[in-house]
């Protein structure tokens, strides 16, 4: 960055995993940077006219979650049974406040839903026909649950179910995607959303709607979204880890992600981070052969990226 303190920043995420220039062909490149470019717009247009960090990360997971390149929203992976279930969650710096919902298959934008728990709720977490209920009483647009669903993200859970080696998605494909943003005021906010893991089982949940694990914001140390595999990550605590070891080793953005990133290793998990902090520090860090990402700030940075060279 040119400006040691930017006016406002941000960074997003679109999912890690095991794309390469092998796997993914032009057509696939050029859409998913489209996707990415229109979600770190919708973030930046925010922060750029003095808008809240917690409304950046809406706007940009928003964008995210209805294009269904990515893992999140309309385009979400399919459970083992056939449906789409949808997790997401919210947090803001200032304050700690949260929400998360997780198993949603009516909420057109889950992280639209977390948010109205956040703030307009008793409660942090609610799942399944409580929190699509919850959805209906607060006016967050609902959809039929076809609305989610696409012939690729089918296609690949029926290519999963044929193998020989079982159902579990042990591709690296880990689609969430998330939003980290610092807003001219200093405030910090994180947002993660996503459809899971191709052929989950047993109403399986991972670490993007557990505050702490996939999502976490702190105004004493900074904002990060988690993607990757989520149970090392739930069991890692990632996103408050990262957040702790910034706010009492003095580490900076990189260096906590990379270091929790490399505890996760040494548990078989691999994934990716988005880091924020109050500074306008951005980080973006990834243990799998590419990530889905961007950032942007006040002092001219505008970014995109895939794979690791990029």
């Known amino acids: 960055m040119t400006d040691a303190t930017p006016k406002w920043a941000i960074a ?52 995210l979650e209805d294009d269904p390149h990515f893992n999140a929203g309309r385009g979400a992976v399919f459970t083992y049974h056939g449906t789409n279930e949808l997790d ?42 409580g929190a699509e209920d919850f959805a209906r009483d607060h006016g967050v647009e609902a959809v039929d649950p076809g609305w989610f669903a696409t012939p690729e993200r089918l296609r690949q859970l029926e290519e999963l179910k044929a193998r020989k080696d079982g159902w579990f998605d042990a591709g690296m494909k880990y689609g969430t995607v998330g939003a980290v943003a610092r807003d001219a005021a200093g405030h910090v906010a994180a947002a993660t959303s996503t459809g899971g893991l191709t052929g989950k089982r047993w109403g399986r949940i991972g670490d993007s ?73 951005t980080a973006l860090a990834f243990t799998t052969p590419g990530m889905f990402r961007g950032r942007a700030d006040s002092s001219g940075l505008n970014e995109v990226g895939i794979f690791g060279q990029d």
């Open 12 to 63: 997003i995420h679109g999912g890690a995993g095991s794309m390469t220039p092998d796997t993914l062909d032009a057509t696939a490149i050029a859409a998913h940077e489209a996707g990415l470019n229109t979600a770190l717009e919708a973030g930046r247009a925010v922060l750029a006219v003095g808008g809240s960090a917690l409304d950046a990360v809406t706007a940009a997971v928003v964008a």
């Open 88 to 129: 997401a969650a919210i947090m803001a710096g200032d304050g700690r406040g949260a929400g998360a919902v997780a198993a949603i298959t009516h909420t057109k934008n889950p992280v639209r839903l977390a948010r109205a728990v956040m703030e307009a709720g008793p409660h942090v977490f609610l799942s399944g026909a």
């Open 209 to 281: 709607p557990l505050i702490g694990a996939g999502t976490y914001a702190d105004d004493r140390s900074g904002a990060v979204s988690c993607t990757g595999s989520g149970e090392q990550f739930i069991r890692a605590g990632a996103a408050h880890e990262i957040c702790a070891r910034m706010r009492l080793t003095g580490e900076s953005a990189d260096q906590a992600a990379r270091t929790v990133l490399a505890e996760i290793g040494v548990m078989d998990g691999v994934g990716g981070v988005i880091v924020v902090t109050p500074q306008g520090e």
